[in-house]
């Protein structure tokens, strides 16, 4: 028994864009990421409820606030650039500039048991008393950046700086000196724990450090990133540090040039200055993205977070380390735990979360500028500042009273018409949806207006290409109402399917399916599973071409169709003569994107083959479109050329022979002569070239023997049909 080798099957994910209703549901947490909450939060669960109020106390209307610190009355303090002001904020909200120091940014603060405020600035690195809104010099460590300030449990200042990594410790009266000069170039962010141990992350090797009061350092993580922008530790003895990879801290300099400004243990912000317009976040690539001047162990060491752009790190008392959360696409600028939770901020949309464990993540909140660089927590009040532009928001402990949600756009590739919006809700369910359309990517004035639903989820927006909807949720009697998913159904124009190409192929070659066995009685060439396939909405599966066999008298043809609507496509071919003008059918409702026919059931002569195509098997009859194409003229041969052949003379015991040959249909191709059964040898006619449906030959043999001799003559058209003549001479 003959054994058949059995080929895999080509799955091709093209998703079946048949006209048939489509939905677009979003009702996962990554789904509602991309759109825009004012007001709302995310949850783990993913629902949408009501957010904390979140109330701006204070427009400083500088490019960004880059420290903050409180001090026991109340009192906030914000440090800004890129004009080296420091603003205060009483406990009641009214704020004014406190002082305008000679650098160019504040990017540390911090205020003893007193509550005299100190600043750390750049571009030169200074440490500032401000007492009785006077600001002078407490102490110069002759270094480019003041990054980081924080008192230690005897009241001593220790200042993180850069560009040398050193930490120095000042005493009250202003003397400081070199506290631990670290592996690092600039240490960005401090904080204090529990045993009085200083908690240090810096840049460019990304490590965490605990700092005994005896300057006795020990690495608690190596986080595999390059910078540790933030660290905090938690009442239980828990330390979390915000971890980010990218280019090195650039440091700040004149508004004109490009610079990076960071902040206190609470908080530090990466930026661009651009003197042509706002300050943007700067871009931090992937970690494989570090530049090759920097080693590759430095890139990767340690962590597990080699593939994220931001990290949130859980330092815990006995040294294990948890990557609680984790981001290709958000920078996270500060940490800050609250209330048995972490909260820590991005500068992705200026968005907080809030964090009660590596798999309960809520999105709490939006802000209205771009990034949110510091989060503080002031006796019962959470505060959060900003950048683009620099403002002092207040997170309250109530909800919003309303809030919006804003989805992405959806492309629905071509223009749509709209089922009927449904939509999951709970508590106060008091939710209104609206939606709008139009047909460029963007929402701009072009697009409709804002359309509510109505009670039976009708869609009145316009047909058009691209859809969005927006949510408006509305507090109920302390109850925030929760939206858990919206689908929208959506149908497609349909498009007219295309033949891009007719490949007719040499006579002689037969086109057969492929034979498939994938072991589970699957079959990807035949019909019906594609369209039980399509049904189902599954992964439309792609053919494999067709195998090419060598028959003699098969003519065949190959060709190529399109659908944007990725249609179930059927064919019906189509011939004629050339002389002829009426079509006739050659095969109809054919799957399949070949076809052979047997040359001998047609009469020689020269045709053309259309091939007609249509989306029926995926659209109502009603709604099913087509389209065709002529094939390149080929031709039907059958017929061998015919051949005379006659002798002309003897001379010399060498025979000279006149061959005349001619093809009714076709070119002839090749000519051959051979005597006595011998080797065939070529042979070429009178003009030196075959290259018409008739040729003349003259021909010479060589010397031959006395007696009776075969000379045998072949030529070939292009269908390779052979016309054959003999002669038989006799030399004397």
């Known amino acids: 028994m003959k054994k058949i080798r059995w080929v895999l099957p080509v799955l091709a994910a093209i998703p079946l864009f048949a006209v048939t209703p489509q939905f677009w549901e979003i009702r996962t947490y990554d789904d509602f990421r991309k759109g825009k909450l004012t007001n709302l939060s995310l949850t783990s669960d993913d629902e949408l409820i009501l957010a904390p109020?979140?109330?701006?106390?204070f427009n400083t209307e500088q490019t960004l606030i880059s420290s903050a610190v409180a001090d026991s009355k109340g009192n906030l303090y914000l440090g800004t650039g890129h004009d080296g002001k420091i603003y205060r904020v009483d406990a009641a909200g009214k704020g004014a500039m406190l002082v305008d120091l000679a650098e160019l940014d504040v990017l540390a603060l911090a205020v003893d048991s007193k509550d005299v405020l100190y600043a750390g600035t750049s571009p030169n690195g200074k440490v500032y008393k401000i007492e009785n809104g006077a600001a002078k010099e407490f102490f110069d460590p002759k270094t480019k950046y003041i990054w980081s300030l924080v008192f230690d449990k005897q009241g001593r200042l220790l200042v993180g700086t850069g560009d040398k990594g050193v930490i120095y410790r000042v005493t009250p009266d202003g003397k400081g000196s070199p506290f631990y000069d670290t592996d690092e170039t600039h240490i960005i962010s401090m904080a204090i724990d529990r045993d009085g141990n200083v908690i240090a992350g810096g840049d460019p090797k990304g490590y965490v450090y605990r700092i005994s009061p005896e300057a006795k350092a020990?690495?608690?993580?190596?986080?595999?990133?390059?910078?540790?922008?933030?660290?905090?530790?938690a009442p239980n003895g828990n330390i979390y540090a915000s971890a980010m990879t990218g280019e090195p801290v650039v440091p700040p300099a004149a508004p004109s040039t490009p610079a990076t400004t960071s902040g206190n243990q609470q908080s530090s912000v990466t930026v661009t200055v651009n003197a042509a317009g706002p300050q943007d976040i700067q871009v931090i690539e992937p970690l494989d993205s570090v530049?090759?001047?920097?080693?590759?162990?430095?890139?990767?060491?340690?962590?597990?977070?080699?593939?994220?752009?931001?990290?949130?790190?859980?330092?815990?008392?006995?040294?294990?380390?948890n990557t609680v959360w984790r981001s290709r696409d958000e920078m996270v600028f500060s940490v800050l735990p609250h209330d048995g939770k972490v909260l820590f901020s991005t500068g992705t949309k200026g968005r907080i979360y809030s964090l009660e464990g590596p798999k309960n993540s809520t999105l709490l909140l939006e802000s209205t500028e771009e990034q949110t660089t510091a989060l503080l927590e002031v006796g019962n009040r959470l505060y959060a500042t900003s950048a683009n532009i620099g403002k002092l928001f207040r997170i309250g402990d109530t909800f919003a009273t309303s809030g919006t949600y804003e989805s992405n756009v959806k492309d629905t590739d071509s223009v749509s018409s709209w089922g009927k919006l449904s939509w999951k809700s709970g508590g106060g369910d008091i939710i209104e949806i609206s939606t709008r359309t139009g047909n460029t990517g963007t929402p701009d004035k072009t697009w409709s207006d804002w359309q509510a639903i109505d009670a039976s989820g009708s869609i009145s927006s316009p047909k058009a290409r691209f859809i969005q909807w927006q949510a408006v949720l509305k507090f109920d009697r302390a109850r925030s109402p929760r939206l858990s998913s919206v689908k929208i159904p959506f149908l497609q124009q349909n498009f007219r399917p295309e033949i891009t190409n007719i490949d007719v192929l040499p006579p002689g070659v037969l086109l057969q399916k492929t034979p498939i066995n994938t072991g589970n009685n699957f079959n990807p060439n035949d019909p019906a599973t594609i369209r039980a396939n399509a049904r189902a909405g599954q992964v439309r599966i792609q053919p494999l071409a067709p195998r090419r066999i060598p028959q003699r008298g098969a003519q065949s043809f190959q060709w190529t169709a399109t659908d944007k609507n990725q249609d179930i496509l059927t064919y019906d071919i189509y011939y004629r003569a050339e002389n002829e003008r009426t079509w006739k059918l050659l095969k109809r409702d054919l799957d399949d994107n070949f076809y052979t026919i047997s040359s001998d059931t047609l009469p020689d002569g020269t045709y053309v083959v259309r091939i007609v195509t249509s989306d029926q098997p995926s659209n109502p009859p009603e709604l099913a479109a087509r389209g065709e194409m002529?094939?390149?003229?080929?031709?039907?041969?059958?017929?061998?050329?015919a051949v005379t052949i006659t002798l002309d003379r003897i001379e010399n015991r060498r025979a000279r022979v006149a061959i005349e040959a001619a093809d009714q249909t076709s070119t002839l191709t090749q000519a051959e002569v051979a005597i006595d059964t011998g080797d065939w040898r070529p042979v070429f006619p009178k003009d030196g070239i075959i290259d018409s449906k008739s040729e003349s030959f003259n021909y010479l043999s060589g010397e031959l023997t006395p007696g009776e001799h075969v000379i045998a003559f072949r030529i070939y058209d292009q269908n390779d049909n052979a016309g054959m003549g003999k002669l038989v001479v006799r030399i004397p």
């Open 218 to 233: 020990f690495v608690l993580y190596d986080s595999g990133m390059r910078e540790i922008h933030s660290v905090a530790v």
């Open 630 to 641: 002529e094939s390149r003229p080929f031709i039907i041969d059958n017929t061998p050329p």
């Open 291 to 321: 530049s090759s001047d920097t080693p590759r162990s430095q890139t990767r060491r340690g962590g597990s977070d080699a593939n994220a752009q931001s990290a949130v790190l859980e330092i815990l008392p006995d040294g294990v380390v």
């Open 53 to 57: 109020r979140f109330d701006m106390v």
